[in-house]
């Protein structure tokens, strides 16, 4: 049970001294009976709870995917760059959503939003080894010897990789499938054969792919199914 004020506000669109002063004005009901004071003690999962007679639809956790353009951080805020999260729709803005994982600015691709905090640690925890495809493209013909260095495992600054899979698609594209997600990795790996990444776009985590349908910069939540396979991760 908590606050019916805390609840509302809790789904971002109102703050809890807007959401107190419709209760004032009588706007809010639970199954049916106006709410007649902020402190109402609620269970948001058994009760209706109305607001202008419209549904407030509570969810305790949002999870967006977003198809993340070039020029976003992948991060809550940022002083110099727009992030993330000013592609999400300004009603959930009131939530505590952040990105659940990082993409470099100049990456394209999946990219988790969330304010389930748990869900966002057991995809970034490196003990879950959670597989992350990527579309590349380098400034040099891709090699066997870069297929076989992925694989055994590129040393970096901070240590071997784990073995990743690079897959040629042609002469300057390939997938990569990696189990870690260290900063800047696959720049990184790629580095250590002289080559450049021009193009990177993340297209997978885990089971879940990066639709065809969702347009880049735009965001939409999760299907049931699709939070299924993540929270399967
Ligand atoms: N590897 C990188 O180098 N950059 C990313 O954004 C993701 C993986």
Known sequence: ?????????????????????????????VDGQVV???????????SKITLNDLDIAYKEFVYLMLNKPKGYVSARVDK??????????????????????RLD??????????????????????KKHVEKIYHVKIDIPLTEDMVLGFARG????????????????DEYTARVRLKEGR???????????????????????????????????SCRELSDEELRLLQQL
């Not at 007649?36 to 058994?46: A, I, L, R, Y």
């Not at 300004?90 to 952040?98: A, M, S």
Request: contains cysteine; aromatic residues 4%.
């Open 183 to 217: 900063y800047h990795q696959i720049k990184r790996m790629f580095g250590c054969f002289a080559a450049k990444v021009i193009e990177l776009q993340r297209i997978s985590m885990g089971n879940l792919t990066l639709p065809e349908d969702l347009q880049e910069g």
């Open 80 to 101: 110099d760059h727009p992030t993330v999260l000013d592609l999400v729709p300004e009603e959930l803005l009131g939530r505590n959503l952040f990105p659940a994982g």
């Open 1 to 29: 049970m908590q606050r019916i004020d805390k609840i509302i506000a809790s789904q971002g669109k109102y703050s809890r001294s807007e959401v107190k002063k419709l209760i004032d004005k009588n706007k809010v009901k």
């Open 36 to 46: 007649q004071s902020s402190g109402v003690k609620v269970d948001p999962s058994k």
């Open 105 to 126: 600015r100049d990456t394209r691709g999946l990219v988790i939003i969330t304010d389930d905090g748990l869900l966002a640690h057991n995809i970034l925890s490196p």
């Open 154 to 169: 590129v040393e970096l600054k901070d240590g071997i990789c784990k073995e990743a899979f690079l897959e040629i698609i």
